[in-house]
């Protein structure tokens, strides 16, 4: 994508920056990566949905799977490899796949400022200055200080880092754009209607990416999971008390592990020439469990309500 010049100015400006390189420093810049890590969306996006908001948190997840998707089909499109690949000095920290662009400057740029959005944006009349600075540090300093991290670590040339953040901040903001719109253009839909748009999306996205399927599936099956969920009664994640919800976080860890690994061992490997195809039911399985059963059996166990019973 971009010519040989930008990858060797790109190297350059890594060395640059790792002149100021110290193992507390390394340690740290490793901490801030692992905040748009997928280990980190494992925690965070599970604790929102379960115990604070099931609707926004339902919009966080299906804003991080939409645009890890776009991110995956991209880098296995531009197949740019990292810059420690070229030059092994660089390499502070290791990781799998291409380099073109950053999934973590791209996530932290989708997920911040919609984040802030949804959940600090009203009366912003009332908010003094200190509250607009928050906002404005969680929403853009996060994502730029993530960017930094990944170039200060050399798993990421900035042109990777900036085209990460374009394209994150691209998702946030035309999200924030047209929320209000989207959800009240999905709330009128029939079911088969909503799920027909799902499945159009995951489509596009599977063309984007037919080499790696799997946040596209989990995008379509939270998403279709969301919806039988909202039709069967809801969930409230609101409501309950501190060990109710904790209750529900180690419901979810206790069933959705076992049941991943279980699936991966049962399931074509990598050798089969059926393994995207199972891959795809699998994530669409899994992110189904999550969004529909597991708070199915929240209810069920009496650690949560349904949503008729929700009142915030």
């Known amino acids: 994508m971009f010519s040989q010049d930008v990858y060797e100015w790109g190297i350059a400006v890594i060395k640059t ?45 299906m804003s991080v799977f939409f645009s890890a998707s776009v991110n995956t089909g991209l880098k296995n499109i531009l197949k740019v490899p990292r810059p420690y690949i070229k030059d092994p000095a660089v390499g502070l920290d290791k990781v799998h796949g291409y380099s073109t662009p950053s999934g973590h400057s791209q996530a932290s740029a989708a997920f911040w400022p919609y984040f802030v959005y949804l959940f600090f944006r009203k009366s912003p009349d009332k908010k003094s200055a200190l509250r607009r600075a928050l906002n404005l540090l969680c929403a ?22 900036l085209l990460g953040w374009i394209l994150g901040f691209l998702i946030s903001c035309g999200l924030i754009l047209f929320d209000s719109s989207i959800v009240t253009f999905i709330s009128r839909l029939p079911r088969t209607f909503k799920i027909l748009l799902l499945a159009l999306i995951t489509a596009a996205l599977n063309a984007l990416s037919p080499v790696d399927t799997s946040m596209s599936a989990a995008f379509f099956g ?17 409501r309950g008390t ?8 180690c419901i979810a860890a206790a069933l959705f592990f076992p049941l991943s690994t279980a699936l991966k061992a049962v399931f074509p490997g990598k050798e089969s020439e059926y393994y995207q195809l199972f891959r795809f039911v699998r994530y669409v399985f899994l992110s189904f469990f999550a969004g529909f059963i597991i708070p199915k059996l929240c209810i069920l166990l009496k650690c949560a309500e349904p949503s008729p019973e929700c009142k915030k």
């Open 17 to 61: 920056v790792q002149t100021v390189k110290s193992e507390p420093l390394t340690l740290f810049m490793k901490a801030v990566s692992f905040l748009s890590d997928p280990k980190a969306y494992g925690i965070i996006l599970p604790l929102i949905f379960l115990c604070i908001d099931e609707k926004r948190g339902m919009r966080l997840i």
């Open 140 to 161: 853009i300093g996060i994502p730029l200080l993530i960017g930094f991290s990944r170039v200060y670590l050399g798993v990421h040339y900035p042109s990777d880092v």
């Open 242 to 249: 501190i060990m109710q919800k904790i209750l529900r976080l």
């Open 222 to 238: 939270f998403g279709t999971a969301y919806i039988f969920l909202k039709e069967t009664g809801g969930f409230c994640a609101f």
